[in-house]
């Protein structure tokens, strides 16, 4: 495989997490992280629990921070994800198996897939299991604050715009990267000669055709 083309992949795979909040035909949802707060760190992996222990009990949310938690997740559309995720991981199950079941198969195939689908994973629980993340990282002065902010002329303006701003700067940040990468490939092929048989010839493109190495699918 030319390398460019598999850069072209990583970059794809590298969007996954822009396609759960941009689901193909639907709209584009603001993200959960909110401007202004801190973004989580990175979770540590724990150790598995003893064959003994007994499972962990559910967080204890107070039902009326769970309530403004829910209504922030409705107004910035960030409980939407679980539809969003659904219809994306349906839409790549057609891509794939389109181009292995006949026109009078597939139909019946994804209505099936879809009803299973989502009787294995509801959307709702996915919308609840967030509700836990929030309570964690917010108080519920934050919560309503927030709720303020976003329901207000500017707020609902910066929720139009960010789905826009994310995407355009995902883009930029996919071209510089997968450019830099060549050149420095580039670059090092007298030093590892057997580059030169994996890249592509300068202005050549090596890009499967209806792939866009710089843009995640709409």
């Known amino acids: 495989m030319k390398l460019k083309f598999a850069l072209a992949l990583c970059a794809l795979v590298a969007s996954v997490p822009a396609f759960a909040q941009t689901a193909p035909g639907t709209p584009t949802p603001a993200p959960a992280h909110q401007p202004g707060v801190a973004a989580p760190k990175p979770v540590q992996s724990a150790p598995p629990p003893a064959a003994s222990a007994a499972p962990a009990a559910p967080e204890k949310i107070d039902p009326a921070k769970e309530a403004a938690i829910r209504h ?6 960030a409980s939407d994800l679980g ?6 991981v349906v839409g ?12 009078d198969k597939i139909e019946p195939f994804m209505a099936t897939f879809s009803q299973k689908l989502s009787v294995a994973s509801p959307t709702s629980s996915i919308t609840a299991a967030m ?12 919560i309503q604050g927030l709720v303020q902010f976003y329901e207000s002329p500017l707020g609902q303006r910066t929720l139009k715009a960010l789905p826009q701003i994310t ?8 071209q510089m990267v997968q450019k830099a990468a060549m050149d420095t490939l580039q670059g090092m ?4 000669p057997e580059l030169k048989s994996m890249l592509s010839p300068p202005g050549a493109s090596d ?3 209806g792939i866009s190495p710089a843009a995640p699918p709409k």
Not at 83 to 88: C, E, G, S, V
Not at 168 to 174: D, L
Request: no cysteine.
């Open 83 to 88: 539809d969003n995720l659904h219809a994306y």
């Open 189 to 192: 092929t007298n030093q590892y």
């Open 207 to 209: 890009a499967a055709p």
């Open 92 to 103: 790549q199950v057609r891509q794939v198996m389109g181009r292995s079941l006949s026109a």
């Open 167 to 174: 995407q355009q700067s995902e883009n930029a940040g996919v």
């Open 131 to 142: 509700v836990p993340i929030y309570a964690r990282a917010l108080s519920v002065e934050d």
């Open 72 to 77: 922030l997740m409705d107004v910035t559309k």
